[in-house]
């Protein structure tokens, strides 16, 4: 029997994990994949408070190791079930566990184009965040795909970072705010692509140009991907409400369910960045804490 079984790895998770071992909490966190989430795939982080120049592997690797120095146990161990009760009932590929207490903290996935070539590059010329990685591109070339709000927005930070922005877009008018479109009209570096889409991404280590279905080749340093995210909340969609996006619904981390709780980029909100998910991570395990000493 555990105190609070968390399910996902990544910065949320973590953080919720280190707070509830320093609590004396039995913990422990399963992850299916990679430890440190999306983090771990960044080939920089500049946005992070303590280190002017972090790569996202190191990060990753901090996380563990501060979680190995506390001795919270990860588990590579994807979990297939929450059945909640009096104890919490968590079923994994691997084994079925017990909890008082359980935090859900699964992220999203940023949507991909599903090109060939194109998960290598990640890192390497494609990229999603412009605030964490805009600044790599500084004075070269690139490209947004996306039409609709974060597409366009992402467009407009990057024309004042790039010589030229290139928004390709697969309809034919795009699905921003009228704010936007006026912003985009007072910008002269910014070529709209329309009835385009990727069919090709060109480069071996790096990006270095794309190839559109109107068989336009366009050479770039970098290329943001803009259509959507997924958030990893199929595990809980028959559990907890979620929005119409698939989020999970939560104001501040505790759920329907008073022993369920939700942190990170799963979590229904406004911005999804490094220290958001770490925030939450701290809010849910403090949550998770109360709960737990409030129900000897």
């Known amino acids: 029997m555990y105190d609070v079984i968390i399910v996902g790895g990544g910065p949320?998770?973590?953080?919720?994990?280190?707070?509830?071992?320093?609590?004396?909490?039995?913990?422990?966190?399963?992850?299916?994949?990679?430890?440190?989430?999306?983090?771990?795939?960044?080939?920089?982080?500049?946005?992070f408070p303590g280190f002017k120049s972090i790569s996202g592997v190191e990060l990753a690797n901090n996380f563990y190791e501060q979680a190995e120095e506390l001795g919270l146990p990860i588990e590579i161990e994807e979990v297939l079930e929450i059945i909640p009760g009096e104890t919490n009932k968590v079923i994994t590929d691997c084994d079925s566990y017990e909890a008082r207490a359980v935090i859900v903290a699964t992220g999203a996935k940023y949507r991909l184009l599903g090109l060939p070539n194109e998960e290598n590059l990640i890192g390497r010329g494609i990229s999603f965040c412009t605030s964490c990685d805009g600044s790599f591109y500084k004075g070269k070339d690139v490209a947004v795909i996306g039409g609709a709000n974060t597409?366009?927005?992402?467009?407009?930070?990057?024309?004042?970072?790039?010589?030229?922005?290139?928004?390709?877009?697969?309809?034919?008018?795009?699905?921003?705010?009228?704010?936007?479109?006026?912003?985009?009209?007072?910008?002269?570096?910014?070529?709209?692509?329309?009835?385009?889409?990727?069919?090709?991404?060109?480069?071996?280590?790096?990006?270095?140009?794309i190839v559109l279905d109107n068989d336009r080749k366009i050479d770039i340093a970098g290329m943001f991907i803009s259509i959507g995210m997924d958030a990893q909340t199929n595990l809980v969609k028959d559990l907890l409400p979620l929005s119409e996006q698939n989020y999970v619904l939560s104001e501040d981390c505790s759920t329907i369910k008073s022993s369920i709780f939700v942190a990170g980029d799963c979590r229904h909100k406004t911005i999804r960045q490094l220290t958001t998910a770490m925030s939450d991570g701290a809010v849910a395990a403090s949550f998770a804490i109360k709960y737990l000493e409030n129900n000897q």
Do not use: H, W
């Not at 007072?186 to 709209?192: A, L, Q, R, T, V």
């Open 12 to 47: 949320a998770g973590i953080t919720a994990g280190i707070y509830c071992q320093r609590a004396n909490l039995k913990t422990v966190v399963f992850e299916k994949e990679t430890i440190g989430g999306q983090i771990a795939s960044s080939p920089l982080v500049k946005n």
């Open 151 to 209: 597409a366009v927005t992402n467009a407009l930070y990057m024309s004042n970072l790039c010589p030229k922005v290139y928004l390709i877009y697969r309809g034919n008018k795009l699905k921003c705010e009228k704010v936007l479109l006026d912003s985009l009209k007072e910008k002269d570096n910014i070529e709209i692509i329309y009835n385009a889409n990727v069919k090709e991404i060109i480069g071996k280590d790096e990006l270095e140009s």
